[in-house]
């Protein structure tokens, strides 16, 4: 649900920039408020009620709550050149804020309670508490959207020929299309075709007279502005690789944060509060990675520093695989694809008595690693991103989070398949993800060894 947001987000944004008309923005942001109001609610009830279908409608609603691409093209839009970077270094700084204390909330061993209001029953413990807190968080920030002014409430994009009479370009306007002029409450945009990469007319041409709306669609359509991003992205090798190294980290990162509770639950007896402090404690340290790393790759490169990444990556994942498990598994290897049955003992050791320090300390590295990657990807794909794409409706602003949502995606369906799946060679969780990891790492190593030299920013 969160990619499908997304993908209606761009949709109407796309149009908004291709039919030249008002594009409302705030409604976006009270929808995204009101599905995780409702998710959160029907999520905690769903404890209550004993209730999986409820449960899972819930996490479907609050994948509605996603608006981190409209978040970045507000900044972008709405503020000066100068002020957007700044502006969206504070966003990711607030993500990681957010990130520390939702898992120190979901920490907590509270005790069960039970409390009525207005006729209704609420059941409060930690498994329900955080997602009431985050309900009552969604509804202090829609009252904020209703009762607040919202500059960015409507785009509205003109005409050179209207635009003639109202206000005048500089010259130094002309040169970036993300530098606009706001009046009042509606934006007013550089010349539409420049989205497109087109050539500009001249001001004092007279050959344009009547603007007609419907000119931009054929530039504009769905299709051929995917087709027109496909040829930007790959004309230069260096992107596709930053893009395939940012959806690699991210969906090794979600399978490393997922699969925490489970495999920590099932080889070390850890409470969910325990693996919660856990991870808490790995959150913290996002922030200085992203410092160290940012410090390392002025002096460095980003494309050296990825490279040793990766490589302290791989170290980590080899050291995360369960040996004992596997030695266990190599005297039956005639039978790795027979089918269990469900009353088969699932894999509870780890490595003989060392387990649980060998899986702190790798998942740590992995984690730590993929931080790093991600902050490296970041930044080398904003640097080998071409003009054209910049000015495109679909840019790397907008391929980011759709990439980030489908990697999610694909990272939860590994975790499914691997847990419900009854082959004896998924008998070992650590080993069945453990090994995809380590495939994922090495296809991303060796592109970037291949295509090292172009991946330099300018």
Request: hydrophobic share 45%.
């Amino acid at each position: 649900t969160a990619l499908m947001s997304l993908m209606y987000q761009s949709h109407h944004i796309h149009q908004s920039h291709t039919m030249n008309r008002g594009c409302s923005l705030k409604k976006f942001l009270v929808i995204s408020c009101l599905c995780p109001i409702a998710g959160n609610i029907c999520y905690s009830k769903a404890y209550e009620y004993r209730s999986l279908f409820i449960a899972i409608i819930g996490r479907l609603l609050i994948g509605f709550s996603s608006t981190e691409l409209l978040s970045k093209h507000i900044i972008l839009v709405f503020q000066v050149k100068g002020d957007a970077t700044t502006e969206v270094a504070r966003m990711k700084m607030a993500q990681i804020v957010g990130i520390v204390l939702a898992l120190v909330l979901g920490s907590f061993d509270i005790q069960e309670r039970r409390i009525s209001f207005y006729g209704q029953s609420f059941v409060l413990n930690f498994k329900t508490m955080p997602c009431y807190i985050m309900a009552f968080a969604w509804i202090w920030l829609l009252i904020s959207f209703l009762c607040f002014r919202f500059p960015a409430e409507e785009i509205h994009c003109i005409s050179p020929v209207e635009k003639r009479g109202e206000m005048s370009i500089s010259a130094s306007e002309h040169e970036d299309h993300r530098h606009y002029r706001i009046d009042s409450n509606y934006l007013l945009p550089g010349i539409h075709s420049r989205s497109f990469g087109e050539n500009i007319p001249d001001e004092d041409d007279q050959s344009i007279s009547v603007y007609n709306p419907h000119l931009s669609i054929k530039f504009g359509s769905m299709i051929t502005s995917i087709q027109r991003t496909k040829k930007l992205v790959m004309h230069n090798v260096a992107l596709p690789v930053t893009l395939l190294l940012y959806g690699s980290v991210n969906l090794i990162m979600e399978v490393m944060l997922t699969s925490s509770v489970i495999i920590t639950s099932r080889y070390f007896k850890w409470s969910v509060s325990h693996t919660g402090r856990a991870l808490s404690l790995l959150a913290a340290l996002i922030l200085p990675v992203h410092l160290v790393t940012s410090y390392a790759s002025t002096k460095a490169g980003e494309r050296l520093i990825m490279k040793k990444t990766l490589v302290v990556m791989g170290i980590g994942i080899l050291f995360l695989i369960n040996y004992e498990a596997l030695f266990v598994l190599c005297k039956d290897i005639h039978h790795l694809f027979r089918w269990e049955s469900t009353d088969s003992p699932l894999t509870t050791y780890y490595d003989w008595n060392f387990g649980l320090a060998q899986y702190c300390s790798s998942a740590t590295v992995i984690f730590l690693s993929c931080i790093a990657l991600e902050g490296l990807s970041t930044t080398l794909m904003s640097k080998v991103s071409p003009e054209k794409l910049n000015k495109s409706p679909v840019n790397c602003s907008v391929i980011g989070p759709m990439l980030f949502c489908l990697c999610r995606f694909l990272g939860n369906t590994i975790i499914v398949i691997v847990g419900f799946s009854h082959r004896m060679i998924n008998t070992d969780m650590v080993n069945s993800l453990a090994f995809i990891l380590l495939g994922i790492c090495y296809c991303c190593f060796h592109i970037v060894r291949k295509h090292f030299f172009f991946l330099k920013g300018s």
